[in-house]
């Protein structure tokens, strides 16, 4: 008899799943239960057509029922919410809107419906998480998730005009927003409850994407939480109790996976709060498979338990759900939370785990960060890219990878996505062949030079700090002298109070200025004159040294040092 696939949600993994089985089985008889009225839309898409840069609505609609039937064979119910499982006599009860017909038994209330399946795949996804803030329900409120929330954003802000727009949470979802909504021209401010925006990666990347919005006219809130939507004054408060304009307000602080099917129904929950399923995305009933935002999974690189809400996940999940269920064996590794968004004309992109994120997985964490031209400097049109790599100490492998810039960011980011997926150490890194030409980057790529700064550091031959560890360094009892060798012009524009300067050109014919009882920090600008500057005096027999990862510029992002500044 053909297997009866019954798939629960029709978006990223859902619809993957569905197109995967009939490609598989020509004669399973696949059902796709769709509580919206779309199925298989770009969520991702969405914060672009809200700004303009997709034009058609319906370039989002990425597949009809009706196309599902004629190309896949596949039966979609849309408006038909999945509202039970029969476990034991593996049925779904399925609620349908209004005028909905099933050719299923009816059972209890007139639009409710049995499915049989022979096996079962969950795809439901998440939802946002709306804070109990006062005046959250009010009509100005928002949140971002289907094509209905799209619309509901558009129709206001076409109707209602609205001049200011405030957005909680500086995730990526709310900083794609602060930028449509810019676009629209209205006065955007960001508030994000954590110190610093983007809080999944490192700090200093936080103040790189906040200095951009604000170049964009974006304001930026860190460590302040949202507290009252004043609807009627088109104000809302914020928790140190400053006010803020906003005519529109968008909440974007998080997802929850959708588990409540799964949990009346007794399937596991794993340790993250993600619904469990093993390396074959089976949950804990062996007829019912899982995939996308609803599911925890392995973290590749720490191993741990983890929620990676995503679109390449989700997709990858439902294809192996699919085989699974139609009695392959798939294995699903894990998720490496590889992510890339567009700030204006930055990309901010990222894999693996942060530095913060290593070290509390326990990893003996390093990092080596360059701000390098992202192809030849004499090549017109290059720009600085900042790229980060996290290692472990103990053995050079690579950890993870973060990147900010203007172009070339996703590329380093997708090399470094591949060598963790590979296990790569630094050392294969630093010999990756990669293609070269004046126009797309330089003959040792960033992400080659990223990978021999990291050694020079495992190597010993040029100890790198973090700007974070030169902070703490500076607030101990015997703080290191900082010498910064950029130019003097550099230093008299900012500097931080108490550094010595002495340019690294200059700095053979000054040794004798730099004390030889005291820990030496070396500063400049970007690392790699700091580099040349340890090597010289080393040479010279001053031993104790340690250059500070991605230089002055990585200070400014960090923030928290006393700054002097020039007139
Ligand atoms: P979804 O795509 O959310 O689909 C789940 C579906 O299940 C929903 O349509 C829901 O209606 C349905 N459902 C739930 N319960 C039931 C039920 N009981 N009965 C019937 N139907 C049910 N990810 C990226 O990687 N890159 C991006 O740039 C990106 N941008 C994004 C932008 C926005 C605005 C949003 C909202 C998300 C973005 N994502 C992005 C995340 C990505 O879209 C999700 O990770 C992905 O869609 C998850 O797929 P899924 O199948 O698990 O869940």
Redesign the pocket.
Known sequence: MATRLVI???????ATAAARARRLSEDAEITI????PYVSFA??G??YFIAGAIAKRSKLLLQTPEGFDSRYGVKVLLR????EIDRAGKRVKVRMAGDRALGGQADGPADDAWLDYDKLIL????NPVMPPVEGAGSPNVFK???IPDMDRIVKYLDEEKPQSAVIAGGGF?GLEMAEAFRERGLSTTVVEMMPRLMPAMDPEFGSMIASRLESHGVAVRTGVALKTVHAGEREVELSDGSRVPAGVVLFSVGVRP?LS?ATSAGLSIGSSGGLLVDERLQTSDPDIFA????VEVVQRVSGKRVRV????P?NRQ?RIAASNALGQNMRYAGALGT?V?KAFDATVASTGLSETAAREAGFQVGSATVHKDHHSAYYPGAKELSLKLVYDRRDGRLLGAQAFGEEGVEKRIDVAATALLGQLHLADLTELDLAYAPPYSSANDPINVAAMVGMNDLEGYSPLETAAELKSALNSDSPPLVLDVRNRNEYDERHIAGSLNIPVDELRFSLDEVPRDRAVHVLDRTGFRGHLALRILNGSGIAKVMNVSGGFLSVEAEGGFPIEAGE
Do not use: H, Y
């Open positions: 629960v949600g029709g978006v990223a993994g859902g239960i769709e509580r919206g969520n991702c969405l914060p038909s919410e999945a509202v795809a439901q996804g998440g971002l998730w289907t979802i959708e099917l995939a996308g935002d609803m809400p995503l679109a390449g989700a439902g992510s968004f």
